[in-house]
């Protein structure tokens, strides 16, 4: 299901979904979501999350969230249900900044297979890696002719397998001018595939 995330009225809604979820008598709840991050779409997703249960994320390699900006829905919900003596998990699958064309299969497989885990269920995801491989294919096909986007995925390579890598990102003029140019690029290539 799509929607707009509420932007009035968060307490009450919290407070419907606390009601649902007590009339349905569950012991845990998930709430999954994703953010653009300065990371290459050719490497493994990360996950980042906050938890009641942090040991378990942990034992995942989910990474603690050390966002600091304005909260959204999903933060105050965690908050309501935690207090109300709820389990609740929030997890976030860092996507490519430069690739914001939906799905993201890459992230979806990595959030269901945590979500696996972590639920104790094994989930077939093997649709979800064989279009998350193919969705690299076609990134690389985009970018392949532009030598800045090359130089600059190569850097976020680097970054990512020394594990310095930001959470959320914040594009200075140093880093990457044409970011925007690149995902108009990369989308439209996108588009243009045929249909399979």
């Not at 990512?160 to 925007?180: C, I, K, N, Q, V």
Request: with cysteine.
């Amino acid at each position: 299901m799509l929607s707009h995330e509420p932007n009035y009225r968060w307490k009450t809604f919290c407070k419907n979904i606390f009601d649902i979820i007590s009339s349905l008598k569950c012991e845990e709840t998930y709430t999954f979501g994703s953010m653009m991050a300065e990371v290459p779409h050719t490497r493994p997703t990360r996950l980042t999350g906050i938890g009641t249960e942090r040991e378990r994320l942990d034992a995942l390699e989910v990474l603690p969230s050390n966002y600091e900006g304005p909260t959204g829905v999903i933060g105050v919900l965690h908050e309501y249900l935690t207090q109300n003596n709820l389990s609740s998990t929030s997890l976030w699958a860092t996507i490519p900044h430069y690739v914001s064309q939906r799905p993201q299969p890459a992230a979806m497989n990595e959030l269901l297979n945590t979500f696996g885990c972590l639920i104790g269920i094994d989930i077939d995801t093997s649709d979800l890696a064989s279009q998350a491989a193919q969705w690299v294919d076609h990134v690389n096909e985009a970018i392949a002719e532009d030598d800045t986007a090359l130089e600059y995925v190569t850097e976020l390579e680097m970054r990512y397998d020394s594990g310095d890598f930001a959470e959320s990102y914040e594009l200075s003029d140093e880093d990457f001018p044409t970011a925007d140019a690149l995902a108009d690029e990369v989308e439209k290539f996108l588009r243009d595939q045929p249909p399979e």
